[in-house]
């Protein structure tokens, strides 16, 4: 290519390339940067082949490109003009690609995105929710030109802003220009670019120096380095622009050698900016001149800062220096320096090409325009994204990155690496934008999004920040030299369970020194990590400190293995599948009962915790535990039954027990296993508790718990039935008759009501989810007619609403405030109730309840905005013009449960919570009346059921204690079970891909709503022996500690 | 085995080319260390009196950035990402298999000279975690299967430069 002399040259060329590039042609876009990794190499050659051998090149181009954002589902191309995107493409597909779509516009299934919901095809980019709330203006050419090829970004109308710049623009429109767009550092801090150029252009020293800081050492974050390799050019080109505008004469783009393919594709770009002459002597004949070159970092995260980075051209160890003297007054070589982050220069050439009120049309009021982020770690579309600034951080990690993977929990998000913070679900709706974002502990940082789920533990990744900002500390300054040291050694005490109470206050006050002392960003903003988790996550770390409970269950101290720390309860997991798999089902069922006295119970409803974190589902889906507790315990009770001996009572005192339920029946349980002698008043005429009130029989049978309560009973626990707790029959009448401690866990009985108009008149068809459950369950008259609304989106209304179906009405619809993500329902729930054809309505408020003579005949919702305020508070929020009316017969509310205080006389000594039911300490249970304790749903709140059976196995521990006169607080570690199994490692014995986990058949919907039949079928001994050994045995790891 | 001699001649034409120009010792060691692997503690005196510098300096730069080493390394370079993304992902895992399965802890090469462990602090593949390079090759979305087969595909070809 010749030299461009003039500025029309520019032009004449361009026109030249795109009358050349044969408009018409179709084009295949294989990225070539991210995808490599995945083979994307061998797929260009194999389509390249495949065109050629069709006799098809001149009607199709292969072209290698950058980054199309997708890489979640590499190696992704598109074909352009179709608009089609493939992703997961093999070189084997070419002949298929070429043939079908290329030659007969046929689109491939296979191929393409499918929607994960419904698995339907989507064959067009456009149309994929991943780049469909994208605003790609910065990345508009990264997956469309071969970054190798300066033709192709002269093409998109690459070097047009330069252009403009040079011929009709002065330096200081230049910036005025850049000012008014509101453009702010795209590297984290936000500092308004124009500003910054125009202190480098007064100041008035020559030379004068801009540098592109691309030492993109965040970890979590890429989009520099996709910037760099899918459009180098237009970093290259906001550069030129800027040193025209601050009147610089050399550039240097220091990158981090970490990064080949940007190092080459940089190379390139700079070699051909000069062969055009558009860097260089004399630019396009203007008698501007700027000399580009490269500096290759040498592997020091620090060199990010800019001082250090500095130091660090000039050839010296990459430390920092204080500020002033400001780089805009001297900088590299003490002249001035002017320092723009990858993105910041690519934002450039838009802001002058289209002018700033077109760039200023998006963003927010303090910055416009949008911003690149990487999303990495626990989210389904990893990728590079890029949005409006303003969009909600639940926009980028739930609508484009398609949520978290495996139907795990959302826990927090990362953002701004080692200097940033950890985002909670609570502020999931605020906007992304720099101000936001630094209120709540937060950086935007270079735009690393780090999507964390339930199975990360937050002081972990505290600790392994620290872990990273300490080595990378270069040592200059006492603060951040000392101080992150000081951090790691605490933080790394606290995931090896050994932390005191008091290092959370030594964190918060080094944390402190350092952020005020520390020489530079790198140390100013290293406690950030820290501080962040223990502001929204303090209770992770007073649990791995006091209890030795790591909440994600990854710190090795704590965990012998993930299901068994997951477990409420410490079930010993992996050793009661082991005696499955050995078919052992007796032991199975004995090591379960060491935690808990409800197998079969859980066997069915447990919202099995173990399971999420079952390391099994990192390679393919978890062990289904669930199913195989069900099955022993099936088992069990059809060949062992439910008869055994009684424990012995070897203790003297006598203790009561309040509420039959799940809490109380395992206290009673544990404490005569003991050698207690215990009661237990339940005020109904059976036990149970919720699981025979609230619980579906669909879901679990009657005689299951029949059969649980009658073995619990057998092992020496007394149930007195229709015996309630009352005025008649008071916690001091028990004392009085000789009870040495009481546990109360009477459960959360008594419906929420949500106080809108009609709901206080008393009207036919208007019923509460408790009151219809248990009438349903207890066999009273409960037949519905017609449209049935159910009113909540907790696990209580999905049992609400396919109760009702089985009760005869003819259509259920569920309204609830919350958004399908935020529902507290189970999703296993929530999903059979689809499958059984009730409609669900997510984010909708109830208004009003309509009546005609007594008889309910409607309901209006307001449209529900937002369940969270800013705040992370629950404070719903309405648009009050987005309206519907829908007709009904019945209404069902089931918004939640609260405890029924009423059996306790006013006066009682008790203390209450804030919530009205009783004060609790939260390790013993006791109350603040010596020999008094409340557990369970009474004191938590409606829960689920191995929460409570594990509050009934810490009261009788407590209780123990109590009744000892000993004062120290209970510590339930995870333990092994005496009956250890040994069987070999799944890993050890055949390839993972063969053994995928066994289906849990059900009954079919259509059937099943017939009648009240059991829904889920058990495991069959074959698929429960062949289930159990697909279980890896983690706990054996830790053998021999 | 013995790391391969020092290319002398080598050495001290890479030297000339820098000699004296400002700001070269980083790329100078770049050259260096690309070139031979490390940077052999004998080159630090002459390329100091090259760049008019004391040879204290040149260590002091040489031991302060993560990418030169003094030590020569295997023919394979296996950098285990241990970033955010791959670290929420289970690199601690692929990090201890690697080093069960090399019998290196990081930072150290095998005694053929075959393999050198190191951790890196992000790739900037988060997107492909748990992610880990071998000398200029992306791996991504490792499992400890997947992690075998490549360091099968790189014991294997031992005579070769140590390309897959």
Known sequence: ?1041 | MEPKPIDWEKLASIIETHRTRKWNLIPLLQEVQETFGYIPPESMEPIAEALNMSPAEVQGVVTFYAGFSLKPKGKCVLKVCRGTACHVKGSRSILRFVQNELGLQEGETSEDYQFTLETVACLGACFLAPTMMVNKNYFGRLNPTKVSSVLNQYGKSKEDDGSP
């Not at chain 1, 030594?506 to 952020?515: A, F, H, P, R």
């Not at chain 1, 004995?590 to 119970?601: G, K, Q, S």
């Not at chain 1, 007709?887 to 405890?899: K, M, V």
């Not at chain 1, 050890?988 to 079928?1017: G, L, Q, Y």
Request: proline share 5%; aromatic share 8%.
């Open chain 1, 1 to 1041: 290519m010749k030299k461009l002399t003039s500025i029309g040259q520019v032009e004449w060329l361009r026109n030249k390339i795109l009358a050349d590039s044969g408009k018409g042609k179709t084009q295949v876009h294989v990225c070539m940067t991210g995808c490599r990794a995945y083979g994307a190499e061998q797929v260009r050659d194999a389509l390249r082949d495949e065109v050629e051998k069709k006799g098809l090149s001149r009607e199709v181009e292969v072209r290698s490109t950058g980054c199309h954002g997708f890489c979640a589902k590499a190696p992704v191309i598109a074909i352009e003009p179709l608009g089609v995107q493939y992703q997961e493409v093999d070189p084997a597909d070419a002949p298929e690609i070429v043939a079908r779509t290329l030659v007969n516009n046929q689109l491939i299934e296979r191929l393409a995105y499918k929607d994960p919901k419904t698995a339907k095809p989507v064959f067009y980019r456009n149309q994929i929710p991943f780049y469909m709330k994208q605003e790609r203006r910065v990345l508009a050419n990264c997956g469309r030109i071969d970054p190798t090829r300066i033709e192709h970004y002269l093409a998109a109308d690459g070097y047009k802003a330069l252009v403009k710049a040079l011929s009709r623009m002065t330096p200081e429109q230049v910036i005025e220009e850049v000012k008014a767009s509101k453009l702010r550092g795209r590297g984290g801090a936000g500092f308004p670019t124009g500003l910054k150029w125009g202190f480098a252009r007064q100041t008035p020293t020559f030379p004068k120096y801009v540098i592109c800081n691309a030492d993109e050492g965040d970890p979590g974050a890429f989009m520099d380095r996709a910037m760099l390799e899918g459009d180098p050019h237009a970093v290259i080109e906001g550069m030129i622009i800027g040193a025209y505008a601050m009147g610089s004469e050399y550039g240097i783009i220091y990158v981090r050698e970490e990064y080949p393919i940007a190092v080459e594709h940089l190379k390139l770009a700079i070699a051909q900016t000069e062969a055009l002459g558009l860097t260089g002597e004399n630019i396009l004949g203007t008698g501007f001149n700027f000399h580009l070159s490269l500096k290759m970092g040498a592997g020091a995260f620090v060199c990010g800062e800019e001082t250090a980075l500095m130091a660090s051209v000039e050839g010296k160890r990459g430390m920092p220096r204080p500020r002033p003297p400001f780089p805009a007054q001297a900088g590299l070589d003490e002249k001035p320096t002017n320092i723009n982050n990858v993105e910041t220069f690519a934002n450039v050439p838009l802001i002058i090409k289209n002018g700033w009120e077109w760039y200023a049309q998006v963003g927010t009021e303090n910055s416009r325009g949008t911003k690149i982020f990487s999303l990495a770690g626990k989210v389904n579309n990893t990728g590079l994204v890029e949005v409006p600034i303003g969009a909600t951080i639940r926009e980028g990690v739930f609508d484009i990155g398609g949520g978290i993977p495996k139907g795990r929990k959302f826990k927090a998000v990362q953002m701004g690496g080692p200097a940033g913070g950890c985002v909670p679900a609570q502020f999931l709706n605020l906007p992304l934008d720099y101000d936001t974002l630094q209120r709540i502990g937060a950086i935007m940082g270079s735009g690393g999004m780090v999507v964390l789920d339930e199975n990360n533990c937050m002081v972990e990744i505290a600790r392994f920040f620290l872990s990273f900002t300490q080595s990378e500390s270069c040592g200059k300054c006492a603060p951040c030299r000392l101080g992150t040291t000081q951090l790691l050694e605490i933080l790394t005490r606290i995931t090896r369970g050994d932390g005191k109470i008091e290092d959370i206050e030594t964190i918060k006050s080094i944390g402190q020194t350092l952020t005020e002392a520390s020489l530079c960003g790198l140390g100013q903003a290293c406690p950030k990590p820290a501080l962040s988790t223990l502001k929204y996550f303090l209770k992770e770390y007073e649990d791995h400190i006091n209890e030795h409970r790591c909440a994600g269950a990854v710190c090795d101290s704590m965990v012998i293995s993930a299901c068994q720390h997951a477990c409420p309860a410490g079930i010993d997991v992996p050793n009661y599948v082991a005696a499955i798999a050995k078919g052992n089902y007796q032991q199975a069922v004995d090591i379960i009962r060491e935690r808990n006295p409800f197998p079969a119970v859980c066997g069915r409803i447990c919202i099995h915790p173990c399971e999420f974190k079952c390391r099994r589902g990192e390679l393919d889906e978890p062990v289904a535990i669930r199913a195989l507790k069900r099955f022993a315990s099936d088992w069990y009770f059809e060949h062992m039954g439910v008869e055994r001996d009684p424990y012995p009572v070897t203790r003297e005192e006598k203790i009561a027990v309040v509420g039959a339920g799940p809490a109380g029946l395992t206290c009673a349980y544990y404490l005569a296993k003991m050698g207690y002698a215990t009661t237990v008043f339940e005020a109904q005429p059976l036990a149970g508790g919720m699981l025979g009130i609230s619980v579906p029989e669909f879901r679990l049978p009657r005689q299951v718990i029949e059969e649980e309560v009658r073995y619990i009973e057998n092992s020496g626990v007394k149930i007195m039935y229709s015996s309630p707790i009352d005025a008649n029959h008071t916690l001091n009448d028990l004392m009085k008759e000789g009870f040495k401690a009481v546990f109360i866990a009477s459960g959360a009985q008594a419906s929420k009501h949500i106080g809108i108009p009609g709901e206080a008149e008393d009207c036919e068809g208007l019923y509460y989810g408790l009151q219809f459950l248990s009438c349903v369950r207890t066999g009273g008259d409960m037949r519905l007619a017609g449209k049935t609304i159910v009113i909540g989106g907790g696990n209580v209304a999905m049992d609400v609403a396919r109760t009702a179906l089985r009760c005869g009405a003819g259509d259920v619809q569920v309204f609830c405030l919350e958004s399908r993500e935020e529902m507290p329902a189970w999703d296993k729930d929530v999903e059979e109730a689809l499958e059984e054809g009730v409609v669900l309505n997510p984010s909708w408020s109830p208004a009003r309840i309509f009546n005609k003579e007594g008889k309910i005949s409607g309901m209006s919702f307001t449209r529900c905005v937002n369940v969270f305020d800013q705040n992370g508070k629950f404070n719903p929020e309405c648009d009050l013009d987005d309206t519907q009316f829908v007709d009904t017969d019945n209404i069902i509310i089931s918004i939640g449960q609260a405890p029924d205080m009423s059996f306790l006389p006013e006066d009682s000594q008790l203390e209450r919570a804030l919530w009205g039911s009783l004060a609790v300490d939260g390790n013993t249970l006791a109350t603040n009346v010596p020999g008094v304790f409340a557990g369970g749903d009474f004191t938590t709140g409606p829960t689920f059921v191995i929460r409570a059976i594990s509050s009934g196995r810490r009261a009788a521990l407590a209780i123990d204690k109590y009744l000892s006169g000993d004062q120290t607080r209970i510590y339930i570690p995870d333990e092994k079970t005496v009956c250890e199994q040994d069987t070999g490692l799944a890993l050890e014995e055949e390839s993972t891909e063969a053994r995928a986990r066994v289906k849990i058949e059900m009954e079919a919907p259509e059937k099943r709503i017939r009648d009240f039949r059991e829904v889920e079928k058990g495991f069959s001994a074959e698929e429960a022996h062949f289930e159990s050994r697909r279980c890896l045995r983690c706990d054996l790891e830790k053998r021999g500690d």
